[in-house]
Structures are given as structure tokens and as C-alpha cells.
């Protein structure tokens, strides 16, 4: 298989899946991911956007505009509530993923997850830059953003739960780290108070809370650390690729967590804990930006050997596993691992681009 198979069948895959409403499925053939994630999306819509297809990129946030628009006032009580009683109304907050025709899914899910929406401004201000449309942050966006700056501002700081679904009592550092990147987006396009008050708070936040013993720790409290702390350099950069605590907690990721591919955590049992390729992806991604250009392909080849004779990419492989008996249990519970993962292959898409820009890939596995 080469390079440049799987990256056009990473596009097919994505385009395929995408509803008349602009949202992107996780996965078509995993019975619990057949909705869309801000999360998962957005880095989908992403990689639309690096390899041309910026209409479907488009479709995509104009879908959740519309979803957005209309949650205002819920965002608005929400906030009251809040501020009143310390008590998160649950059936006003924005949820995590929703139906492929947008609609709210009102199914038992911890659906408080604040990460998405940091990652969705982060998005869309990307796909307006590459468009050069940054005048619709004002005009066509402009609710939408204001409801999820409201939303972000008030409960950056409140436990909720993290990219994996799970911790939703602690808080969790690629959280405000997604949220920080999403405002210093919008802060980049216009100067706003409320905004940069919050990134400078959450910045503050990061390095007294976040970093204990030189590197970065996943949760507050905690010792350990999560591949997801990579996006604390790439891409929200709430630190420098190059800063002493991120070189760090980078050798420790790769020293707990990486055999061949990337692990999200240590010791984690969901389907034995094997290797995600989108988190090799990220790695690499990483490696690019320290100008570690060899490391960034290594990373590509080992997303590459992860697919499969049809070119679809899983959510993880089950190698390698801490727990294989949990292998077992979630595959009687859930099924077989969700294949193909379209954030699986909109990273390996990124990755691929990101590289051909380095005229760095061959294609050629």
C-alpha cells in the first residue's frame, strides 16, 4: 500500500460520510459512534481544508452554526443557573456530539464536554484563514462564536469531562488547553476584553496547576500524563514545541505510552489499550513542528501499516494491549473496534499534507 493510496481513500472515506447536513459521522459501522463529535469533526473539517476540499469543510460549520444559533438562550440559563446555585443544568448545557441532522440526541452520554467547542473555534477560524474569509467571523459565524465564548469563558475552569469521555469530575489539562486555543483564535481576529482576561487566566491556570515536577500532567491532581498533552504545543499552543516542560512530557509520552504507535494513557483498559493511529498522527504532527522530519514520517508509516487490505484505518489496534481480556469484554459488549474512524484518517490525511508541504514523503510504503 502506498502513501498516496490511503491518503485519497482517507478523503473518499471522509466525503462519503459526511450527511446532507454538513456532519461528519465517527465511525459508519460502530453502533455508539454513528454521531457527530465537535471534537472529531473539527479535525476532520480540518484536514478537508488542508487538502482542498474546503466545501465540505464549509458544509460542516455551517451545520453547526445552525445548531448553535439557537441554543443561546439555553446558554444564557445555563450561566444564570450557574452563577445562582454552583449547579450545571444539564439539559442547558451544549452537548457533546449530536445526531447526523443535527439534532440533539438525548441519549445517556456524558454529554458535558467542553473541549469541542475550544476545538471548533480553533477550526473554523483555520478554514476562514485558508479561505480568506475572515470577514464571516463578524457577519455569517458571529452568534454562533458569541454563544460558544459565552459558554467557554463561564466553565473553562469547571470539572467536565475530558476528550476521552471519561474524568468528569476533574480538570482535565487538554480541556482548558483546547479551550484556550479556541479563544486565542477568535482573539487573533479581533481585540476583546472578556477573551483575553479568559487566555490570560487560563494560561496562568496551565502553568500553576497543570505542570508538576517539569511536565505537564493530565488532570489536575494527577502525576500522570495522556497523549492528548500534545496538543498543548500542536496545535493550541498554550506552550512552545520547544519548551523545556513540553520536551519533557513529549520523552515521557514516548517512553510510557509508545512500543510502536501511540497509547492514550498508561494502563488504559478500554478494548486492552492498544495503539491509536491518530495519536501517532499527532505525534508526528508534533515532530514536524521541532523540525524532527524523520520522526514525522516514521510516525506516517506506522498510521500507513495500521490500515487494512480495504485502506480503513481503526480507532486502535489491538496489539500491544495492557489488559487483553478487556479486548474481549468491550468487543461482546460494543463489537469489533470502530473501523474506519474518519478522525483516524482525517489525521492521516493532516499528517500527509503537512509533509508534502515538506516535500518530505515518498510514496512508496
Known amino acids: 500500500m502506498r502513501y498516496k493510496d490511503l491518503y485519497l481513500k482517507s478523503i473518499e472515506i471522509i466525503r462519503k460520510n459526511q450527511s446532507n447536513y454538513g456532519l ?12 457527530c463529535w465537535l471534537r472529531d469533526s473539527t479535525f476532520i473539517a480540518y484536514s478537508m481544508d488542508l487538502c482542498g476540499n474546503n466545501s465540505s469543510s464549509r458544509k460542516y460549520y455551517c451545520g453547526i452554526n445552525d ?5 443561546s438562550k439555553k446558554v444564557e440559563q ?4 450557574y452563577n445562582k446555585s454552583g449547579f450545571i443544568d444539564k439539559k442547558n448545557i451544549l452537548p457533546a456530539r449530536f445526531s447526523l441532522e443535527g439534532k440533539i440526541t438525548g441519549t445517556d452520554w456524558p454529554e458535558f464536554q467542553i473541549d469541542g467547542y475550544g476545538i471548533f473555534l480553533w ?4 478554514h476562514l484563514e485558508i479561505t480568506g474569509e475572515l470577514n464571516l467571523l463578524e457577519t455569517t459565524f458571529k452568534d454562533s462564536i458569541d454563544i460558544v465564548v459565552k459558554y467557554l469563558t463561564n466553565f473553562w475552569n469547571v470539572p467536565n469531562y475530558d476528550c476521552w469521555e471519561e474524568n468528569g469530575d476533574r480538570i482535565n489539562t487538554s480541556t482548558i488547553v483546547c479551550v484556550y486555543g479556541g479563544l486565542k483564535s477568535i482573539l487573533g481576529t479581533k481585540k476583546d476584553k472578556i477573551i483575553t482576561d479568559s487566555c490570560d487566566k487560563i494560561k496562568t491556570f496551565f502553568h500553576n496547576f497543570c505542570v ?14 495522556d497523549s492528548s498533552l500534545l496538543w498543548c504545543s500542536v496545535p493550541f499552543g498554550i506552550v512552545d514545541a520547544e519548551d ?4 519533557n512530557t513529549v520523552e515521557k509520552i514516548e517512553s510510557l505510552l509508545s512500543k510502536t504507535g501511540l ?3 498508561y494502563m488504559d483498559e478500554y478494548y486492552g489499550g492498544g495503539e491509536w493511529p491518530l495519536l501517532t498522527a499527532f505525534l508526528g504532527w508534533y515532530y514536524l513542528t521541532i523540525g524532527n522530519i524523520r520522526g514525522a514520517r516514521k510516525m506516517l508509516k506506522l498510521v500507513l501499516k495500521s490500515a487494512d487490505k480495504n485502506y480503513m484505518l481503526p480507532e486502535q489496534t489491538p496489539f ?15 463489537g469489533e473496534i470502530a473501523k474506519p474512524l474518519l478522525w483516524s484518517h482525517a489525521m492521516y490525511v493532516i499528517i500527509y499534507c503537512l509533509l508534502q508541504r515538506e516535500r518530505n514523503i515518498k510514496n512508496d510504503s
Do not use: C, Q
Not at 24 to 35: D, E, Q
Open 123 to 126: 477550526g473554523l477560524v483555520k
Open 78 to 81: 445555563l450561566i444564570d443557573t
Open 320 to 334: 500491544n494491549l495492557y489488559f487483553p481480556e478487556k479486548y474481549y469484554f468491550w468487543k461482546n459488549k460494543w
Open 24 to 35: 461528519y459521522i465517527a465511525s459508519p459501522n460502530f453502533n455508539n459512534y454513528k454521531y
Open 212 to 225: 508538576k515536577n517539569n511536565h505537564i500532567i493530565k488532570y489536575i491532581g494527577a502525576e500522570l500524563v
Open 263 to 265: 497509547k492514550r494513557y
Open 244 to 247: 523545556y516542560i513540553m520536551l
Open 67 to 71: 445548531i448553535l444559533k439557537v441554543r
